[in-house]
């Protein structure tokens, strides 16, 4: 299994409230991303990162904002929820094996905005 | 435009029982495919990813095989268990960006009964 976390794995909060979902991996990965993904629908790229300090918006216009300070962490902040932002967040991260890259994903943040 | 298309959207079977799951993409240009799968509340997790040199690559009751030429994969589960079910995920990766770019199906829905 792979060594990626995420917290808090449920949240339920009110509009206009900010929060801050955090990912970690303890594999010393690189590249790390986040998805959104609604029931049924296929997963969307929000954001990415390819190390510290660096991070790139996605396909998927959002309004979050996430950073990039640690290897090891990627988290990702709303500034001011609002219901459109519920939603499961991904956050995943990639190492370069030998033939190909793997992909590996933590186990997701369900978010309610009420 | 890059898609990756999966059928059936959903799918019931009596444990016991083998099934196929479809998947037709047009990503271009073609790197790698990969097959997920995804409990209910969690992350994908990687079942098996082939290059276009591949046609099969099997794990434990799973066997993937691609036609890289017809764009067509599949992946077959043999004699079902309750615990494989869940949604299967077919995703693309390209090889034209940096980003190695995945690209996500919507899954099909598997429900395996008693």
């Known amino acids: 299994e792979a060594d990626i976390y995420q917290t808090p794995r449920y949240l339920v909060i009110g509009t206009g409230k900010k929060i801050t979902l955090e990912c970690s991996q303890t594999?010393?990965?690189?590249?790390m991303y986040w998805y959104q993904q609604d029931p049924g629908m296929e997963l969307h790229l929000i954001h990415y990162?390819?190390?510290?300090?660096?991070?790139e918006k996605g396909d998927l216009s959002s309004e979050s904002t996430v950073s990039r300070i640690r290897t090891e962490h990627f988290p990702l902040t709303l500034e001011s929820a609002r219901p459109s932002h519920t939603s499961q967040y991904l956050c995943?991260?990639?190492?370069?094996?030998?033939?190909?890259?793997?992909?590996?994903f933590g186990p997701g943040t369900r978010l309610t905005v009420l | 435009k890059n898609q990756v298309e999966q059928s059936p959207q959903s799918l019931i079977i009596l444990e016991g029982k083998n099934c196929t799951l479809q998947?037709?993409?047009?990503?271009?240009?073609?790197?790698?495919l990969r097959w997920y799968k995804q409990d209910t509340g969690r992350g994908p997790v990687s079942l098996t990813i082939?290059?276009?040199?591949?046609n099969t690559k099997s794990n434990g009751r799973y066997t993937a095989t691609l036609d890289a030429d017809t764009k067509q994969s599949s992946l077959h589960i043999t004699a079902s268990q309750l615990s494989d079910s869940a949604s299967y995920i077919c995703?693309?990766?390209?090889?034209?960006?940096?980003?190695?770019?995945?690209?996500f199906g919507r899954g099909t829905q598997l429900t395996v009964w008693p």
């Open positions: 594999m010393g990965h690189d590249k």
């Open positions: 995943a991260s990639r190492f370069r094996g030998k033939r190909i890259d793997e992909q590996f």
């Open positions: 998947c037709n993409y047009t990503v271009s240009p073609f790197s790698n």
């Open positions: 990162s390819y190390g510290v300090n660096s991070t």
């Open positions: 082939m290059t276009f040199s591949e």
């Open positions: 995703v693309v990766g390209d090889r034209g960006s940096t980003l190695g770019r995945l690209y």
